[in-house]
């Protein structure tokens, strides 16, 4: 306890280390002024908030807190087999440069379930993990205003950083150098994103960045500049704002590859509302299955520089921008939903190469708006005849063009649009990651049909049978009874979009 009986000078979450090996310290809530803690030997530190998820907020009730007021550690960990669990680091105003430092090689440590709030100066870390402390696991904290990085992997290899909320970062939120995994965080308000510096060499050897929900940073949400890096499932929205002024960076995206990042797969991510979607400077990348929506439309649509105009698009390969261009080749892009941005798809004017952007979805069944190249395509252009025979009134030019593409674009064939993406995600907000389809859904489709609600935004997302029993109204209370038999009878899932 913070007023427990204690003779000598050390802190006293210092003696309860030095009392133990191998076993458990339990730290009651109260606060530990100037009790600098060096683990150095394996222990399990319990604060009151063991295995409690701060889910966001900075409020658990009675907590236990360490302070300082020098720069130093508020825990350092030397030793091997460390768990800290349940801790409230910091005050609200700065103090130590980091407040758990992993360190000397000490691998298999475990930092879960912790407050990190308000470091300091220019080496401010939430969680620092040292090059040689690989197999570390950094899960269920909250890192709030670390004045450098919320959480940085040095170089450490098969480590874990998963489920964390880190907001108003001055730099990178999550910046991992070694091998490690990424995944169900919440970043939000930081100046940049995550950042991925690791080289893999193979899908064995990367950077896995999954399902994490990132947003309003003024830099990239995402950005690789390692080898072999697999983005998958991630939300990023309302990123790389920095670039809608005159001021900005432009020639950067939501999701980006620098040159270096060759061979990374980007798969079924969903990017909104910014001013670029997914961009790669490097070869071999692989854009697939991701929905990219409202580029360029909030922040603004293109820049002028000399005698080149920058188009903010749904996604952008290469680099247009003054001299120095960037031209990578073995780029693939398909099976995306890439609709309502300014540009859909942009690739640099002075590339040859040309681009695989085969059978996506360009907001309109008619294919997209091929502004800088010749002539419009046309179905027959794009589809065998024998496909041509079976083919549905859809395929048919009745629509307007989707989002616009430029030269040296292979878009033929194209998917004709729809906005079904998962059916029953009647709102189409994923609220927990994985689970698209919750009780909020069923809320919504509730007020529709009896409450003069509004309609969902996908239609057919609403039609939870995919049955249209009454021509002209595809919703209906059969909708209704099927999402409740999913969703508390253990009924069958809603069937696939088509």
């Not at 302070?67 to 460390?82: E, K, L, P």
């Not at 150098?177 to 995944?183: A, D, K, M, W, Y």
């Not at 620098?258 to 061979?263: D, G, K, L, P, V």
């Not at 609709?339 to 859909?344: A, E, L, S, V």
């Amino acid at each position: 306890d913070d007023d427990s009986p204690q003779s000598g000078g050390i802190g006293r979450i210092q003696e309860g280390v030095n009392l133990v090996t191998g076993s458990t310290v339990n730290v009651a809530a109260g606060t530990y002024h100037n009790d600098p803690t060096d683990v150095n030997k394996q222990v399990t530190l319990l604060g009151a908030n063991a295995e409690v998820d701060p889910a966001g907020s900075t409020d658990r009730g009675g907590e236990t807190i360490l302070t300082r007021d020098d720069t130093q550690s508020g825990f350092y960990v030397t030793a091997s087999g460390v768990t800290i669990n349940g801790f409230k680091l910091g005050t609200d105003t700065p103090q130590s440069s980091r407040r758990v430092n992993i360190y000397d090689g000490a691998t298999d440590v475990t930092i879960k379930y912790n407050i990190i709030m308000n470091t300091w100066q220019w080496s401010g870390h939430g969680v620092y993990i040292s090059p040689t402390s690989d197999r570390a696991e950094v899960s269920y904290n909250t890192i709030d205003n670390p004045w450098w990085e919320g959480i940085k992997n040095d170089g450490a290899s098969d480590v874990v950083i998963s489920n964390n909320t880190v907001r108003n970062v001055d730099l990178f939120p999550i910046i991992v150098s070694g091998r490690t995994v990424i995944s169900g965080n919440t970043v939000l308000n930081c100046k940049d994103g995550i950042r991925v510096d690791y080289a893999g060499t193979n899908a064995g050897d990367r950077v896995e960045v999954i399902g994490n929900m990132v947003s309003y940073t003024e830099y990239a949400g995402i950005n690789i500049t390692g080898a072999h890096a697999y983005v998958y499932g991630n939300t990023v929205h309302h990123c790389n704002y920095w670039g809608s002024d005159d001021l900005g960076d432009w020639d950067y995206a939501s999701i980006h590859m620098e040159a270096s990042a060759t061979n990374c797969i980007i798969e079924e991510n969903t990017v909104y509302d910014g001013v670029n979607g997914i961009q790669t400077w490097a070869n071999n990348v692989t854009i697939t299955a991701n929905e990219i929506y409202d580029m360029g439309v909030t922040y603004g649509d293109e820049k002028v520089v000399g005698d080149r105009t920058y188009k903010n698009s749904g996604i952008l390969v290469g680099s247009n921008w003054g001299s120095g261009d960037i031209d990578p080749t073995g780029v693939v892009i398909q099976d995306n939903n890439i609709h309502d941005n300014y540009w859909g798809l942009f690739y640099s004017a002075d590339l040859s190469n040309g681009v695989n952007a085969e059978n996506n979805n360009w907001g309109a069944s008619d294919g997209p708006e091929d502004l800088n190249g010749t002539a419009e395509a046309y179905i027959g252009q794009c589809y065998s005849a024998d496909i041509m025979k079976n083919a549905i009134a859809e395929f048919f030019p009745v629509e307007d063009l989707g989002n616009g593409v430029s030269d040296n674009v292979d878009y033929c064939p194209w998917v004709p649009w729809s906005c079904c993406v998962v059916r029953g995600n009647v709102d189409r907000i994923e609220t927990t990651p994985g689970l698209p389809i919750d009780i909020i859904d069923l809320t919504y489709l509730v007020d529709y049909l009896f409450k003069s609600g509004p309609p969902p935004p996908c239609e057919e997302e609403g039609n939870i049978d995919a049955i249209e029993l009454t021509p002209g109204l595809p919703i209906d209370i059969v909708d209704l009874t099927y999402l409740v038999d999913f969703l508390f009878n253990g009924g069958p899932e809603p069937p696939p979009c088509s």
